[in-house]
């Protein structure tokens, strides 16, 4: 892991970071230390890794809770270049929307693949982060995404034991996604944008339903993906506190 930048503000510190052909950001505590809670989170179709929603949640479980946050752009996406396959999914969608057509079944495709590859980075991610001292292996580790993101962080704790809570939103379904949310064992929040464009509300209770994990809970609100009112941006920190604990310092306090 390469740090590329760092600075310190309001009692954060922001890393950039390149590990390979991955690009990221790390936010911390100043006065953090070893073993804090480390949230990994993961962005929607077409964000990046300082997504404005993400980075405000990001902000608001160090100084609230002591977390460590990471995000990682996806392949394709922020600093990534887009290959010819991704691409043409993107022009696809494009011309669904012009046309007025349905884009989830193309969403679904794209999110799947993005995701599928997206998994061996966050592996590898989370291996290097674990070997900071200011973070190390004992630290809990959670993962809380968006649409591309949510789809990314089912398959991520079907692959990796170290995910001990899921936070996911906003996902467009279909039959093989909740397949997989039947490999899905660890505590999990899902919520549901109820007027999200191509979002099918039974599909999304459906998944929900899928998933395995004895304790999970499932949240609503009016209006799109994009229109995500405040309190939900942050509304995962409790489940998040509960399963990975505080961070210490006076940022958990």
Not at 103 to 115: E, K, L, M, T
Not at 175 to 196: F, N, Q, Y
Request: proline share 6%.
């Amino acid at each position: 892991m390469h740090v590329t930048s760092e600075t310190t503000a309001d009692g954060v510190v922001e890393r950039h970071f390149t590990l390979g052909d991955i690009t990221g950001v790390l936010w911390s505590p100043a006065a953090g230390t070893a073993g804090a809670p480390l949230l990994l989170s993961g962005h929607g179709g077409g964000m990046h890794k300082k997504a404005p929603g993400l980075v405000a949640a990001a902000l608001h479980g160090v100084t609230t809770h002591g977390f460590t946050v990471a995000a990682i752009d996806a392949p394709g996406h922020g600093d990534r270049p887009r290959n010819a396959r991704d691409q043409q999914w993107v022009d696809a969608i494009h011309r669904a929307r012009a046309a007025s057509e349905p884009i989830a079944p193309i969403v679904v495709d794209f999110n799947r693949s993005v995701a599928e590859r997206a998994v061996p980075e966050w592996r590898a991610t989370l291996d290097a982060l674990q070997a900071l001292p200011e973070i190390g292996s004992e630290a809990p580790v959670g993962y809380g995404g968006v649409m591309l993101g949510a789809v990314t962080g089912m398959l991520l704790a079907a692959a990796d034991s170290r995910i001990a809570a899921l936070s996911l939103g906003a996902v467009f379904v279909d039959d093989a996604l909740i397949e997989a949310g039947r490999k899905v064992t660890v505590p999990v929040e899902c919520w549901i944008p109820w007027d999200a464009e191509g979002i099918d509300r039974a599909a999304a209770v459906a998944l929900f339903d899928a998933f395995e994990s004895t304790d999970k809970t499932l949240h609503a609100y009016s209006g799109g993906h994009h229109q995500v009112p405040d309190p939900e941006r942050t509304c995962s920190a409790p489940l998040f506190v509960r399963h990975l604990g505080r961070g210490a310092g006076p940022a958990a306090s």
